[in-house]
């Protein structure tokens, strides 16, 4: 079964902390996976992408294919970073198909 | 560029009635989705569009859902007759082969009563 798992709900963590966002994923095959953001008021949109290995906003995203995970990092939280973050999981290559989202996590950034 | 406008942003109904939502796509983009997101969950996919046919509604309950794009442009998502389950929000996105990533619009909240 294709799955996304985000075993955190809230991560709660104070300004200039690094954080970690985990998510696990199954699939058989190679999927690609994202990282997708939701600040408050916004719109969903997309943080990045595994295949494309960049960091944004101080986030990256390891693609670890032994441990089916892709967990999002930052060495030092901003309170701006405060936001629902899904990973999601796409079957099939391309730039155009479904996405499997993940429950989401709530990072929160105290002062 | 325009992003991905939805309306209503709002609804609220009583159960057995029946709504619907319209989506229009960022210009250019061929696939469109609809995505249902219940409070405490991710979005689900409902149906993914390829221009104006469909690609994937397997997840769609189709005894009380529909969904069309006529044109190969907006679309419109019906839930007739609404239950109390239906209560969510509505996504539509869109995509296209030249850029990577979904644009997503505001959605629609939707509550049955």
């Known amino acids: 079964a294709q799955r996304v798992t985000q075993p955190e709900k809230l991560l709660s963590v104070f300004k200039g902390a690094p954080v970690e966002l985990k998510c696990n994923y199954s699939?058989?095959?190679?999927?690609?996976l994202f990282w997708y953001v939701q600040y408050s008021r916004q719109r969903l949109q997309l943080l990045l992408r595994?295949?494309s290995r960049e960091s944004i906003k101080g986030f990256t995203a390891d693609l670890n294919k032994g441990e089916t995970s892709f967990h999002l990092k930052k060495p030092f939280a901003q309170e701006e970073d405060s936001a629902m973050y899904y990973c999601?999981?796409?079957?099939?290559?391309?730039?155009?198909?479904?996405?499997?989202f993940g429950q989401g996590t709530t990072l929160q950034v105290k002062p | 560029e325009a992003g991905v406008a939805q309306s209503p942003r709002y609804k609220i109904i009583e159960k057995r009635q029946s709504v619907a939502f319209w989506c229009n796509p960022i210009?250019?983009?061929?696939?469109l989705y609809w995505y249902q997101q219940i409070l405490g969950q991710g979005p689900k996919l409902l149906i993914q569009?390829?221009?104006?046919?469909?690609?994937?509604d397997s997840q769609l309950p189709k005894d009380r859902f529909s969904a069309e794009r006529l044109k190969g442009v907006d679309s419109t998502l019906k839930i007739q007759p609404a239950k109390l389950e239906d209560s969510a929000v509505y996504l539509c996105?869109?995509?296209?082969?030249?850029?990577?990533?979904?644009?997503f619009g505001s959605g629609t909240r939707l509550t049955v009563v």
């Open positions: 996105a869109s995509s296209s082969q030249r850029s990577y990533g979904y644009t």
């Open positions: 595994h295949i």
């Open positions: 210009s250019g983009h061929a696939t």
């Open positions: 569009f390829q221009n104006n046919g469909v690609v994937d």
């Open positions: 699939y058989s095959g190679s999927p690609e």
């Open positions: 999601a999981l796409q079957p099939f290559s391309g730039n155009t198909g479904k996405l499997i």
